[in-house]
Nanobody, 121 residues
Framework: QLVQSGGGLVQTGESLRLSCEGSERTFSSYSMGWFRQTPGKEREFVALIGWRSTNTNYADSVKDRFTISRDNDKNTVYLQMNSLKPEDTAIYYC????????????????WGQGTQVTVSS
């Protein structure tokens, strides 16, 4: 089970941090990803972090603005979002995949409940 927190309404250029806490005792064995979805569109990859935290990957649209990190002692993954833009407006989901990471949302095993991020211009 993944429980998300954070999100909300901000203005262009501001920052937000999303959190996602897992209940699985083996959280550290899971690669974690963040995805986002807007109405009428498919869920798209945002960022991922491998179970060892040495492997991260970002969508081009968020590179250099978003940072994914994890704290395995707290079973939590974070998405720090800086310099937010209106096109970042979406519902954001965290997801967990056992072992190796993937950009494909269909390969993830568990999903958070989603949290709305709205960036006003």
């Amino acid at each position: 089970q993944l429980v998300q927190s954070g999100g909300g309404l901000v203005q262009t250029g501001e920052s937000l941090r999303l959190s996602c806490e897992g209940s699985e005792r083996t959280f550290s064995s899971y690669s974690m990803g963040w995805f986002r979805q807007t109405p009428g569109k498919e869920r798209e990859f945002v960022a991922l972090i491998g179970w060892r935290s040495t492997n991260t990957n970002y969508a081009d649209s968020v590179k250099d603005r978003f940072t994914i990190s994890r704290d395995n002692d707290k079973n939590t993954v974070y998405l720090q979002m800086n310099s937010l833009k209106p096109e970042d407006t979406a519902i954001y989901y965290c997801a967990a995949k056992y072992s190796r990471s993937s950009l494909d949302p269909s390969e993830y095993d568990y999903w958070g409940q989603g949290t709305q991020v709205t960036v006003s211009s």
